[in-house]
C-alpha cells in the first residue's frame, strides 16, 4: 500500500495540508467490531502519513465508521453527516479540503444513496473494503462520490497494514481481535448477514501472529471478536479446521496475553468443546455474553433462533458446572412482532431463571430487508416502551446484586489506565466490571490479585492483595 492519499487535485479550489501536516479524525458507532475496524483504519491511514487529529475540525480526512443495526443508531448518521458538511465548507473557505468518507454497516447498506442524501460525501466503503481507502479517497478526489460496497473475493485481512508498536501501546493493554466475520444465521429481525456477509474466519496462524504482535507491545488482554464468533472455523497451518475453543487455547498460549475473552456467542454454536474450554483454560475470563433475544419459544421460533428456552438454560448450567464462577450477560429484544404479554412475561421469567450480571435490552427496530420488517404484529411504541423499561428495572436489579456479591471477593483485575484521582488505577474485573484502587501507575498492564471492598454507582473499589504478573 505505497500509494499516496493526497494527490493534486483538480477540482477543488481547497488544497489538501502538506504531506507532514496531514491529519485523520474517525469516529466509530456500534459494535467492537466496529471498534477493531476503526483502529485497523487508522493504521491505514497512518501508514499513508495521516497523524491523529484531537479535534475534527483539524482532520484533512474524517471517517464516520457507522452501524446499521437499529434505526437510531443509523439515522443518527446523517445528523453528524450534516454538521460535517457545514464543517467541510468552512475548512474550504478556508482554503483546507476535506475528505469525508461514510464506512461500516450503513455504507453497507445503503450505498449510493448516502450520496443522494448528503452530496459533500466523498467515499462511501463498507467493512469488507476498508482496506481499499488509499486508492479511494484518491478516486474521490478526482472524481468525489466514490462508491465500495461489493464483498469483493481478496482477503481483507491480506490487505490490512500490521499495526505499530507505538500505536498499539496508546490503544491500552486491552485489545480487540477480529477473528470471524459475518453471519449465515439470518434472524428475522438482524441487518448483519446483509451488511457484513456470509460467515468467515480467519486462519489460526493469522491470529495467533496478530495477539503475538499485540503482546510484545504490551497487550495483556485480547477479546476475539466476531458476530457470530463461536462458529469460528479457521484452518490450521497444516489445514485442520480448528473451532473456537482451539483457537482461544492457542491464544492463551501466547507469551504475555494473561486474559482471553471471547464476543458475540450464538447459543446454537456453544459446542462442547468451547465448554470444556471454560474450564480447562484458566486464562479464559469467566464470563460469557449469550444473547438469547427472548424467553418465549414461539417467539424465538419467529426469529429464526433455532435454539429454545430450555437449550438456553441447559447451556448455561453446563457452562456453570463447568466453571462455577461464571457470570452471563445477554442480549433481548421486546416488542418483536406478535410479542404479547405473555410472551414478554416468560421473557422476565427467563431473566429471572439465569440471574445475569449484566445484559442489553433493545427496542425492536424494523430493518429494511429483513423477514420481521414485513412480519404482521408489529408493535405500537408505547408498549414496547413499556417493556423495555419493565426488562431494564430487572436488568439492573440484577446487575447491582451482582456487585453487591463481589464485596468482600478476590479476583483478578487488569489495571489499564491512571484513575481520576493521583494515585488511582482503574481496570476490569473478569466480569467487566470497572474497578478502581490505590496503586501506583506502574501497576498499569499488570494483572492484580485485588479485594473488593466497597461500590460505587458504576464501579468497584478494590484494594490490591498482590500483584499476580
Ligand atoms: N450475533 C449476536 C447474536 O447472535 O445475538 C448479536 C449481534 S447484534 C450486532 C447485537 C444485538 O443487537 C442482538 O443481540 C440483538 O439483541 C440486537 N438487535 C439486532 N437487530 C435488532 C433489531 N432489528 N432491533 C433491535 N435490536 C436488534
Ligand atoms: Fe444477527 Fe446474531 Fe442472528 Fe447473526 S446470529 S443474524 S448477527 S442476531
Given at each position: 500500500?505505497?500509494?499516496?492519499?493526497?494527490?493534486?487535485?483538480?477540482?477543488?479550489?481547497?488544497?489538501?495540508?502538506?504531506?507532514?501536516?496531514?491529519?485523520?479524525?474517525?469516529?466509530?458507532?456500534?459494535?467492537?467490531?466496529?471498534?477493531?475496524?476503526?483502529?485497523?483504519?487508522?493504521?491505514?491511514?497512518?501508514?499513508?502519513?495521516?497523524?491523529?487529529?484531537?479535534?475534527?475540525?483539524?482532520?484533512?480526512?474524517?471517517?464516520?465508521?457507522?452501524?446499521?443495526?437499529?434505526?437510531?443508531?443509523?439515522?443518527?448518521?446523517?445528523?453528524?453527516?450534516?454538521?460535517?458538511?457545514?464543517?467541510?465548507?468552512?475548512?474550504?473557505?478556508?482554503?483546507?479540503?476535506?475528505?469525508?468518507?461514510?464506512?461500516?454497516?450503513?455504507?453497507?447498506?445503503?450505498?449510493?444513496?448516502?450520496?443522494?442524501?448528503?452530496?459533500?460525501?466523498?467515499?462511501?466503503?463498507?467493512?469488507?473494503?476498508?482496506?481499499?481507502?488509499?486508492?479511494?479517497?484518491?478516486?474521490?478526489?478526482?472524481?468525489?462520490?466514490?462508491?465500495?460496497?461489493?464483498?469483493?473475493?481478496?482477503?481483507?485481512?491480506?490487505?490490512?497494514?500490521?499495526?505499530?508498536?507505538?500505536?498499539?501501546?496508546?490503544?491500552?493493554?486491552?485489545?480487540?481481535?477480529?477473528?470471524?466475520?459475518?453471519?449465515?444465521k439470518?434472524?428475522?429481525?438482524?441487518?448483519?448477514?446483509?451488511?457484513?456477509?456470509?460467515?468467515?474466519?480467519?486462519?489460526?496462524?493469522?491470529?495467533?501472529?496478530?495477539?503475538?504482535?499485540?503482546?510484545?507491545?504490551?497487550?495483556?488482554?485480547?477479546?476475539?471478536?466476531?458476530?457470530?464468533?463461536n462458529?469460528?472455523?479457521?484452518?490450521?497451518?497444516?489445514?485442520?479446521?480448528?473451532?473456537?475453543?482451539?483457537?482461544?487455547?492457542?491464544?492463551?498460549?501466547?507469551?504475555?496475553?494473561?486474559?482471553?475473552?471471547?464476543?458475540?456467542s450464538h447459543p446454537d454454536d456453544m459446542s462442547d468443546?468451547?465448554i470444556?474450554?471454560?474450564?480447562?483454560?484458566?486464562?479464559?475470563?469467566?464470563?460469557?455474553?449469550l444473547p438469547v433475544q427472548s424467553g418465549s419459544d414461539r417467539l424465538l421460533k419467529?426469529m429464526n433462533r433455532r435454539h429454545r428456552v430450555a437449550d438456553y438454560l441447559d447451556i448455561v448450567a453446563r457452562v456453570?458446572?463447568?466453571?462455577?464462577?461464571?457470570?452471563f450477560?445477554s442480549?433481548?429484544?421486546?416488542?418483536?412482532?406478535?410479542?404479547?404479554?405473555?410472551?414478554?412475561?416468560a421473557?422476565?421469567?427467563l431473566?429471572?431463571a439465569v440471574?445475569?450480571?449484566?445484559?442489553?435490552?433493545?427496542?425492536?427496530?424494523?430493518?429494511?430487508?429483513?423477514?420481521?420488517?414485513?412480519?404482521?404484529?408489529?408493535?405500537?411504541?408505547?408498549?414496547?416502551?413499556?417493556?423495555?423499561?419493565?426488562?431494564?428495572?430487572?436488568?439492573?436489579?440484577?446487575?447491582?446484586?451482582?456487585?453487591?456479591?463481589?464485596?468482600?471477593?478476590?479476583?483478578?483485575?487488569?489495571?489499564?489506565?491512571?484513575?481520576?484521582?493521583?494515585?488511582?488505577?482503574?481496570?476490569?474485573?473478569?466480569?467487566?466490571?470497572?474497578?478502581?484502587?490505590?496503586?501506583?501507575?506502574?501497576?498499569?498492564?499488570?494483572?492484580?490479585?485485588?479485594?473488593?471492598?466497597?461500590?460505587?454507582?458504576?464501579?468497584?473499589?478494590?484494594?490490591?492483595?498482590?500483584?499476580?504478573?
Open positions: 500500500m505505497s500509494e499516496s492519499f493526497v494527490l493534486e487535485d483538480a477540482r477543488e479550489s481547497a488544497s489538501p495540508a502538506r504531506d507532514e501536516d496531514r491529519r485523520v479524525f474517525i469516529k466509530s458507532f456500534g459494535c467492537q467490531m466496529n471498534v477493531y475496524d476503526a483502529e485497523r483504519m487508522a493504521d491505514i491511514a497512518a501508514e499513508e502519513g495521516y497523524r491523529e487529529a484531537h479535534a475534527v475540525e483539524d482532520a484533512d480526512l474524517i471517517v464516520l465508521n457507522t452501524c446499521h443495526i437499529r434505526e437510531r443508531a443509523s439515522e443518527k448518521i446523517y445528523s453528524e453527516l450534516g454538521k460535517l458538511r457545514e464543517l467541510k465548507d468552512e475548512r474550504r473557505r478556508a482554503g483546507r479540503g476535506t475528505t469525508l468518507v461514510v464506512a461500516g454497516c450503513v455504507a453497507q447498506a445503503e450505498g449510493a444513496e448516502i450520496l443522494r442524501r448528503q452530496p459533500a460525501v466523498d467515499v462511501v466503503v463498507g467493512p469488507q473494503s476498508y482496506h481499499r481507502l488509499p486508492e479511494l479517497v484518491r478516486e474521490a478526489r478526482l472524481r468525489p462520490g466514490v462508491v465500495a460496497a461489493d464483498f469483493p473475493a481478496e482477503d481483507k485481512f491480506a490487505h490490512l497494514p500490521i499495526s505499530t508498536p507505538g500505536a498499539i501501546r496508546r490503544r491500552g493493554v486491552a485489545a480487540f481481535v477480529t477473528v470471524q466475520e459475518g453471519c449465515d439470518f434472524c428475522s429481525f438482524c441487518v448483519v448477514p446483509y451488511t457484513r456477509g456470509a460467515e468467515a474466519s480467519r486462519p489460526v496462524r493469522a491470529v495467533v501472529d496478530e495477539i503475538a504482535r499485540l503482546a510484545s507491545a504490551g497487550v495483556r488482554e485480547v477479546t476475539l471478536l466476531g458476530q457470530n464468533v462458529a469460528y472455523h479457521g484452518l490450521s497451518e497444516d489445514g485442520r479446521g480448528v473451532g473456537l475453543a482451539g483457537l482461544i487455547r492457542a491464544a492463551a498460549a501466547v507469551p504475555g496475553i494473561a486474559r482471553v475473552r471471547y464476543a458475540t468443546d468451547l470444556a474450554a471454560h474450564r480447562d483454560v484458566a486464562a479464559l475470563a469467566p464470563f460469557l455474553h419467529a456453570r458446572a463447568a466453571r462455577p464462577d461464571i457470570a450477560s442480549d433481548f429484544i421486546v416488542g418483536y412482532p406478535g410479542e404479547t404479554d405473555a410472551d414478554f412475561e421473557t422476565l421469567a431473566v429471572r440471574a445475569f450480571a449484566s445484559a442489553y435490552a433493545f427496542k425492536y427496530s424494523a430493518r429494511p430487508g429483513t423477514p420481521a420488517a414485513e412480519a404482521p404484529g408489529q408493535i405500537d411504541a408505547a408498549t414496547k416502551a413499556q417493556r423495555l423499561a419493565r426488562l431494564q428495572v430487572l436488568i439492573e436489579a440484577q446487575l447491582q446484586a451482582f456487585n453487591r456479591a463481589t464485596v468482600g471477593r478476590r479476583f483478578e483485575v487488569l489495571f489499564e489506565k491512571p484513575g481520576r484521582r493521583e494515585g488511582q488505577v482503574i481496570g476490569r474485573s473478569p466480569y467487566m466490571q470497572a474497578v478502581f484502587a490505590d496503586g501506583p501507575r506502574s501497576l498499569i498492564g499488570v494483572m492484580a490479585e485485588v479485594e473488593i471492598i466497597g461500590l460505587e454507582p458504576h464501579s468497584l473499589r478494590g484494594r490490591v492483595v498482590s500483584p499476580a504478573s
